[in-house]
């Protein structure tokens, strides 16, 4: 199965080919390139923690989520086995709400075989983690981007990427996650360097104007 997988982003050598790849194109990519002296790989170690870590960021502002994830750490609920033995209070007393309680355990309980995500085709690896309550699409393809290292995945849900494609393309309106999804197969099979250039890009036009993150 392996040799169906799509090309991994394995270093900025890889990132650099793929973005020279898309600049040809769609020439507004260049404007992006031109002011990056490196495009940011922000690959990270796979497995349970990865998603607890998501998990975790939910729909807290990142300082919240740092301070809980510290907490989650130091009582060893990074790891599959510790939650799945925790009570509920256990995971209440280091932060987590009543959802999320919900979510780590499920995912605790959901038996995934993380190596075995390497060796899958980003289709079923999404349908696998999705397939865990609280693992929404973006947080899915957030981990093949990411954690696996997948080239040709573009998180179309993802608000930054979708305001990025709006100023980039002078677009009259945000793009919505069906737009952003069409628009992105023209940029198949760099989708996950397109990603990485329109963040880039966000960051960079938030911190002209003083906005930040």
């Given at each position: 199965?392996?040799?169906?997988?799509?090309?991994?982003?394995?270093?900025?050598?890889?990132?650099?080919?793929?973005?020279?790849?898309?600049?040809?194109?769609e020439?507004?990519?260049?404007?992006?390139?031109?002011?990056?002296?490196?495009?940011?790989l922000?690959?990270?170690?796979?497995?349970?923690?990865?998603?607890?870590?998501a998990?975790?960021?939910?729909?807290?502002?990142?300082?919240?989520?740092?301070?809980?994830?510290?907490?989650?750490q130091?009582?060893?609920?990074d790891?599959?086995?510790?939650?799945?033995?925790?009570?509920?209070?256990?995971?209440?007393d280091?932060?987590?709400?009543?959802?999320?309680?919900?979510y780590?355990?499920?995912?605790?309980?959901a038996?995934i075989d993380?190596?075995?995500?390497?060796?899958?085709?980003?289709?079923?690896v999404i349908?696998?983690l999705?397939?865990?309550?609280?693992?929404?699409?973006?947080?899915?393809?957030?981990?093949?981007?990411?954690?696996?290292?997948?080239s040709?995945?573009?998180?179309a849900?993802?608000?930054?990427?979708?305001?990025?494609?709006?100023?980039?393309?002078?677009?009259?309106?945000?793009?919505?996650?069906?737009?952003?999804?069409i628009?992105?197969?023209?940029?198949?099979?760099?989708r996950?360097?397109?990603?990485?250039?329109?963040?880039?890009y966000?960051?960079?036009?938030?911190?002209?104007?003083?906005?930040?993150?």
């Open positions: 199965m392996a040799d169906t997988l799509e090309p991994l982003i394995q270093g900025q050598a890889c990132l650099q080919r793929g973005a020279l790849a898309l600049c040809l194109q020439p507004r990519f260049q404007l992006i390139f031109d002011q990056l002296e490196d495009i940011p922000r690959l990270r170690p796979d497995g349970f923690s990865a998603l607890m870590f998990i975790v960021g939910q729909q807290v502002s990142t300082a919240s989520a740092a301070a809980i994830w510290g907490r989650v130091a009582a060893g609920f790891e599959t086995d510790n939650v799945a033995r925790a009570s509920d209070q256990d995971l209440a280091v932060g987590l709400s009543r959802p999320k309680i919900r780590a355990k499920a995912l605790a309980e038996g993380y190596p075995t995500l390497h060796e899958q085709p980003t289709d079923q349908k696998t999705t397939a865990v309550p609280g693992i929404g699409m973006w947080t899915a393809e957030i981990y093949a981007l990411f954690a696996l290292a997948r040709d995945v573009f998180p849900g993802d608000l930054a990427l979708q305001e990025a494609a709006k100023r980039l393309f002078d677009l009259p309106d945000r793009p919505k996650e069906k737009a952003m999804r628009m992105a197969q023209d940029w198949s099979p760099n996950g360097v397109a990603a990485r250039l329109l963040w880039a966000y960051r960079m036009e938030t911190e002209r104007e003083g906005i930040g993150e």
